[in-house]
């Protein structure tokens, strides 16, 4: 069974900074493309980033180039997410997802003074 | 950004009733689309892949069709598990985007 758990969300002052880690089993992590997608609080979805299974491409929602960072562990079966340079337009809940086919249940991120 | 248009962005129904929401893209995503499903407070769960491709597990009233740029998802018979709010998502091109959903309510 797949499983992605994601952690490390938190509250954060706008221009602050926060790491996301996403622990996946059930699946040969090192085969597939992950990506990262928000959803803020009573809005759509939004998709933020992806990665290509041995890292070769990375892919960017324009709002958060440059201050957004996605980055994997092949070896660890870990996703992570380096946030930079938050604002409050980022907070929300981050999803991790295996091919935008399976998702964990997410971790909430809130950007506020 | 191809933008993806769904309709209606809310609907009421009754159990039993035949369910239609229609996603118009901005540009030719080809099939390059999903249908997803999300429950309040859960994560999204996905229906369909590729325009048409039943994702297993997903009960075989959930269906979906079309192409170029306009696809839509089908419920043949609307059952109480299904009130909840529908998303599709386009990966013909980056940045993926989604649909603005759709939110199905018990008339």
């Known amino acids: 069974e797949v499983q992605l758990v994601e952690s490390g969300g938190d509250f954060v002052q706008p221009g602050g900074s926060l790491r996301l880690s996403c622990a996946a089993s059930?699946?040969?992590?090192?085969?597939?493309?992950m990506d990262w997608v928000r959803q803020a609080p009573g809005k759509g979805l939004e998709w933020v980033a992806n990665?290509?299974?041995?890292?070769?491409?990375?892919y960017y929602l324009d709002s958060v180039k440059g201050r957004f960072t996605i980055s994997r562990d092949n070896a660890k079966n870990s996703l992570f997410l380096q946030m930079n340079s938050l604002r409050a337009e980022d907070t929300a809940v981050y999803y991790c997802?295996?091919?935008?086919?399976?998702w964990g249940q997410g971790t909430l991120v809130t950007v506020s003074s | 950004d191809i933008q993806l248009t769904q309709s209606p962005s809310s609907l009421s129904a009754s159990v039993g009733d035949r369910v239609t929401i229609t996603c118009r893209a901005s540009?030719?995503?080809?099939?390059?689309l999903g249908w997803y499903q999300q429950q309040p407070g859960k994560a999204p769960k996905r229906l369909i892949y590729?325009?048409?491709t039943l994702q297993s597990g997903v009960p075989s009233r959930f269906s979906g069709s079309g192409s170029g740029t306009e696809l839509t998802l089908t419920i043949s018979s609307l059952q109480p598990e299904d009130f909840a709010t529908y998303f599709c998502?386009?990966?013909?091109?980056?940045?993926?985007?989604f649909g603005q959903g759709t939110k199905v309510e018990i008339k």
């Open positions: 990665m290509k299974y041995d890292g070769s491409e990375k």
């Open positions: 997802s295996r091919y935008l086919g399976d």
């Open positions: 059930g699946f040969t992590f090192s085969n597939d493309w």
């Open positions: 590729d325009g048409s």
């Open positions: 540009q030719d995503i080809r099939n390059d």
């Open positions: 998502l386009q990966y013909n091109r980056y940045p993926r985007t």
